[in-house]
């Protein structure tokens, strides 16, 4: 049944594997491109974290807080029940821990010098209801704060492109498989010559290589007939 179908089946597996090595592929460039996506947008931690750090060192009130994260389009959470339901429910995108330094000038009886402050900080990014929310924590006190420039990653655009190749090589093996119908047939066809049916017509209007193959044993066939009626008139 395979042998006889061989090219049937050839042309299947070759979909099959294709099929299968672009799901692959855009796969794994979905994982790296949405990698790619978390780590730049966590890198605005860095503005947070030193307009908190500001405010904790100066002792600044909530105002004015707000007043600066507003500028980057940032919004303190305060609402304790949000607060839980996105710790509890929200998706951690990325977390690090580390520390900070800043070097401050101070003076005593004798003189100016310079003394290296260390704050352990650590950032987590969270996605909750397709907001990204910033959890900044610090030895002193922590702060959760939206992003309401920021989104989710979103995988739509690259959805498209995968249905389409997807679409493009099924379509490109069912017209194969569509140009394979006659070649099947034909095999049918020899198959009931072989038999003794002298009178089967292999003769086709097709134009292309199956055609013109068709058209040839047509040719023969005809021959044959002729021979062999030539013969059995003696």
Do not use: C
Request: proline share 1%.
């Amino acid at each position: 049944m395979i042998k006889r179908h061989a090219v049937l089946f050839t042309v299947l597996f070759a979909l099959v594997v294709s099929l299968t090595s672009l799901s692959a592929i855009f796969w794994e460039f979905y994982k790296l491109n949405k990698e790619q996506y978390i780590n730049h947008i966590f890198t605005k931690y860095s503005v947070i974290t030193q307009i908190y750090r500001e405010h904790q060192q100066r002792q600044s009130s909530e105002i004015m807080l707000e007043a600066n994260l507003a500028v980057y389009n940032l919004e303190v959470t305060k609402d304790e029940k949000l607060k839980k339901e996105i710790f509890e429910k929200g998706k951690v995108l990325k977390r690090e821990g580390f520390k900070s330094f800043k070097t401050s000038l101070l003076i005593n009886d004798k003189g100016l010098y310079t003394k290296n402050i260390v704050t352990n900080l650590r950032a987590t990014m969270i996605q909750y209801k397709r907001n990204i929310y910033f959890h900044i924590e610090t030895p002193s006190g922590d702060i959760l704060i939206k992003d309401n420039d920021l989104k989710p990653y979103s995988y739509i655009n690259l959805l498209y492109s995968y249905i389409t190749i997807f679409m493009i090589i099924s379509l490109s093996f069912i017209l194969i498989l569509q140009r394979l119908r006659p070649l099947i047939r034909l095999r049918k066809k020899i198959e009931l010559y072989g038999n003794g049916n002298m009178d089967i017509s292999f003769k086709t209007n097709r134009e292309d290589e199956i055609g013109a193959v068709a058209n040839e044993l047509e040719n023969a066939r005809q021959k044959i007939n002729t021979v062999l009626e030539s013969v059995h008139s003696f």
